[in-house]
């Protein structure tokens, strides 16, 4: 049996489809158990009418994660996460028209999952820790987003009435700026701070070289710039203090959140083998677990995992025209932490260094290498995790420095 579920924020639109395609029972569900049990029933009124026991049932359904895909999977069903823009092309094939409802998403995700199941990618069974660490990886580095977004949003403000704080601070989001910057938001107050005031907050930041730096600032900050009429400044001054209210709470959370990812990801029997990849810190470490996952069966092959990784190249081929071009489709999280990590392999591997510089050498631009080089640390780890080994050096690139001597 194929069921089609089109999930919306409050509802579920449900169709049950038999293998010749026949629609068998369609229903609006509501969110929650009321609902999950609604679905079991229609399930179980219409496998009542078979004698097989060992009838599948596959749910078709553009996410695969919430409480109703852990309740699906619990339940036995396979799900199937279906790409929204895979559902979207597969709908076009049905009708041209453009029409577009939530019944008929749930009868184009049952088609789907009634003819395509062996293209579609079945729910990770991740394990409840690997889930937990998933949870508290991507709210710590959605804080950190939102961090960077606010200090953008404070420069842009400083540049329109106090363009000295903005030479006087470089880290507009570090501890210390915050503090001088509340306690003197204009820039006739800033101009009134005196050393000792500016050398306690540094020391609070715990800067070194505070006598330098305070005396760096105060001058900045008395330095004749272009400005605004007091009552605009005062203006500007008062969306300011909120902005670093903002601020100063996010950096607060984004450090406890911060012990809590390492925790949790210390304690996954992977942490050992991941976090000894050459550019892995354990936030880092924490990210590329997350977006993965750990099921042991999700990637089959390293191609498989460099594939979900958005690492490896895509062919476009037609007639004599052959290209290999970046997949722009992918997981934004686990590329980020990816390209991240090879950015730091850079440094901390010798075999990482020179394979990025021969990409170099053969012309490729800097992020072009960097993304080659984050593809062949993707199937080294696959190769630690299946194999259960630490990561070697001399392992981990003898065959590519083989290659490359021959």
């Known amino acids: 049996?194929?069921?089609?579920?089109?999930?919306?924020?409050?509802?579920h639109d449900v169709e049950l489809m038999d293998g010749t395609g026949r629609r068998l029972a369609k229903a609006r569900l509501p969110e929650g158990v009321a609902g999950m049990a609604r679905l079991h029933a229609m399930i179980g009124e219409q496998l009542g009418e078979t004698d097989d026991e060992d009838v599948e049932v596959q749910v078709?359904?553009?996410?695969?994660?919430?409480?109703?895909?852990?309740?699906?999977?619990?339940?036995?069903?396979?799900?199937?996460?279906?790409?929204?823009?895979?559902?979207a092309r597969f709908r076009d094939r049905l009708g041209v028209s453009g029409a577009k409802s939530d019944a008929g998403d749930a009868h184009v995700l049952a088609d789907?999952?009634?003819?395509?199941?062996?293209?579609?990618?079945?729910?990770a069974g991740d394990s409840?820790?690997?889930?937990?660490?998933?949870?508290?990886?991507?709210?710590?580095?959605?804080?950190?987003?939102?961090?960077?977004?606010?200090?953008?949003?404070?420069?842009?403000?400083?540049?329109?009435?106090?363009?000295a704080a903005l030479v006087a601070f470089e880290d507009l989001d570090a501890a210390d700026t915050l503090e001088l910057l509340a306690k003197a938001p204009t820039p006739a107050r800033a101009a009134r701070l005196t050393s000792s005031q500016i050398s306690a907050a540094l020391k609070r930041a715990r800067r070194k070289n505070i006598a330098e730096k305070a005396a760096a600032v105060q001058a900045a900050l008395r330095t004749e710039h272009l400005g605004q009429p007091e009552i605009v400044a005062d203006a500007y001054a008062a969306s300011v203090q909120a902005l670093i209210a903002v601020l100063t709470t996010l950096n607060t959370q984004v450090k406890s959140l911060q012990g809590q990812v390492e925790t949790h990801f210390g304690q996954h029997p992977a942490?050992?083998?991941?976090?000894?990849?050459?550019?892995?810190?354990?936030?880092?470490?924490?990210?590329?677990?997350?977006?993965?996952?750990?099921?042991?069966?999700?990637?089959?092959?390293s191609k498989a995992r460099k594939n979900y990784a958005g690492t490896s190249p895509i062919t476009r081929a037609s007639g004599k025209k052959k290209v290999a071009?970046?997949?722009?489709?992918?997981n934004d999280r686990l590329i980020d932490a990816l390209m991240s990590q090879a950015f730091g392999a850079l440094k901390a591997s010798p075999g990482a260094r020179a394979y990025y510089d021969r990409q170099r050498a053969r012309g490729a631009g800097h992020n072009a290498a960097l993304r080659q080089l984050a593809n062949r640390l993707v199937g080294i780890l696959h190769g630690c995790l299946?194999?259960?080994?630490?990561?070697?050096?001399t392992t981990a690139w003898s065959h590519h420095a083989e290659n490359v001597a021959a």
């Not at 789907?112 to 729910?123: C, D, F, G, K, Q």
């Not at 071009?325 to 992918?330: D, E, G, T």
């Open 1 to 11: 049996m194929f069921v089609g579920d089109d999930w919306a924020e409050d509802h």
């Open 60 to 87: 078709g359904i553009e996410t695969d994660r919430g409480p109703w895909v852990a309740a699906l999977v619990a339940a036995g069903y396979t799900v199937l996460a279906v790409n929204p823009l895979q559902a």
């Open 112 to 123: 789907m999952a009634r003819t395509h199941s062996h293209e579609l990618r079945p729910v």
């Open 128 to 163: 409840s820790e690997a889930e937990a660490i998933k949870v508290l990886a991507r709210v710590h580095k959605t804080l950190i987003w939102e961090r960077t977004r606010h200090a953008q949003r404070l420069r842009h403000a400083l540049l329109g009435y106090f363009p």
């Open 271 to 301: 942490a050992e083998i991941i976090s000894s990849q050459p550019g892995l810190g354990p936030i880092l470490s924490a990210r590329v677990l997350a977006e993965f996952g750990d099921d042991p069966g999700r990637y089959a092959t």
């Open 325 to 330: 071009l970046a997949r722009f489709v992918h």
């Open 386 to 393: 299946k194999t259960g080994t630490l990561y070697d050096e």
